[in-house]
């Protein structure tokens, strides 16, 4: 068994809540999605806040600009072969332009929020 000397913190805080603060103290680790109270609440007096950030708006950005690139390429190295281009294929780069256009246009409003 670990000695007080051998812990990362050997020393003990404590404090008292009301059921309410308790709660509340609760209701915030869940929205932090926090399970360990005593990391939530040394967090939380040490930084005062815990950011936590939902990156999945950005995941589908990411993806979008990833197969507008693929689809770049295909297209310059058919350019490269035939020496043509087609309008399909400037339509199809409009089109997920667009499409991308539309998530930085979403994504801007959420972080105005």
């Given amino acids: 068994m670990a000695t007080k000397k051998n812990l990362e913190r050997p020393i003990q805080m404590k404090f008292y809540v009301s059921e309410r603060e308790r709660d509340f103290i609760q209701k915030k680790m869940k929205l932090a999605k926090i399970r ?3 990391a939530y609440i040394r967090k939380m007096l ?3 806040y ?3 950030v939902d990156f999945s ?3 589908e950005l990411f993806a979008n600009i990833g197969g507008v690139s693929r689809n770049v390429n295909q297209i310059a190295k058919r350019i490269n072969a035939t020496h043509n281009v ?3 294929d400037v339509a199809e780069l409009k089109e997920r332009q667009d499409e991308i256009w539309l998530l930085l246009k979403s994504m801007q409003s959420k972080l105005r929020l």
């Fill in 50 to 52: 815990i950011l936590n």
């Fill in 86 to 88: 087609y309008a399909d």
């Fill in 57 to 59: 708006d950005f995941r």
């Fill in 36 to 38: 360990n109270q005593s």
């Fill in 46 to 48: 040490c930084d005062g």
